[in-house]
């Protein structure tokens, strides 16, 4: 276990549906992020959350909505989705995004067990 | 526009062996590089983060080395044990335009033979 939960861990859902992932860390981290992997690509960032607020968001479509509401809570909305959104969705956590040794970068990320989506 | 590169795609090899992951990419400006490992059904796990004024960083079995100038990093794993069978993935973490990007590569199947 790494600390990081994920709900649900499979969901089917149709094109007109609204439903929503959530993520939880247990791990004191002020980091959170939101992965997208599909099958035979490499893994896509999507969104990062430092201290609750959104500090980056790689070129989203607005059908995906994140949500931070707290540093230990990440969600993930979901409406009008297509079928070429199914992937496996990942949460992951870090203590934060920070200076280190004169350079910035991520560090280490804890990951969750991922939400399995399948879009109708 | 930055891509990273993991060669090969799937490796099968005997306990015990020795054994060189690749990672390349193709822009050099990167601020760190990141060994994952994913075992079926479940999320990523962290094996080890090299800042890129850092040569290499060792954790166990395991070492990472980073060469920015050629634009590669080497996963070494030595004696192998069928518990290292996963797909191990590398990432950077650069800026490009203002916006910091985390590009991973598509990864390395391993199975370790018993």
């Known amino acids: 276990e790494t600390g990081v939960t994920q709900t649900p861990r499979h969901l089917v859902m149709g094109m007109t549906n609204k439903k929503s992932l959530k993520c939880e860390q247990h791990?004191?981290?002020?980091?959170m992020y939101w992965y997208k992997q599909s099958a035979k690509k490499p893994l896509e960032l999507m969104f990062v959350?430092?201290?609750?607020?959104?500090?980056e968001n790689n070129s989203v479509p607005s059908r995906f909505s994140p949500e931070c509401p707290n540093s230990s809570h990440l969600f993930l909305h979901l409406h009008t989705l297509q079928p070429e959104d199914s992937a496996l969705y990942l949460c992951?956590?870090?203590?934060?995004?920070?200076?280190?040794?004169?350079?910035?970068?991520?560090?280490?990320?804890?990951f969750g067990p991922g939400t399995r989506l399948l879009v109708l | 526009k930055q891509e990273v590169t993991q060669i090969p795609a799937a490796l099968s090899v005997p306990e015990g062996e020795n054994l060189v992951l690749n990672c390349s990419f193709t822009?050099?400006?990167?601020?760190?590089l990141q060994w994952f490992r994913q075992d079926p059904g479940k999320g990523l796990t962290s094996l080890l983060l090299?800042?890129?004024?850092?040569r290499e960083q060792t954790s166990g079995r395991l070492n990472a080395s980073l060469d920015k100038s050629s634009g590669r990093s080497t996963l070494y794993i030595a004696a192998s044990q069928p518990g290292d069978s996963a797909t191990y993935l590398c990432?950077?973490?650069?800026?490009?335009?203002?916006?910091?990007?985390?590009?991973f590569g598509t990864g390395t199947r391993l199975k370790v033979l018993a």
């Open positions: 992951a956590s870090s203590q934060g995004q920070v200076w280190v040794g004169g350079d910035r970068g991520l560090e280490t990320q804890y």
């Open positions: 791990l004191g981290h002020n980091a």
């Open positions: 959350y430092n201290f609750k607020e959104q500090t």
């Open positions: 822009d050099s400006a990167i601020y760190n």
């Open positions: 090299i800042q890129s004024s850092q």
């Open positions: 990432a950077v973490f650069y800026e490009d335009s203002g916006t910091y990007k985390y590009i």
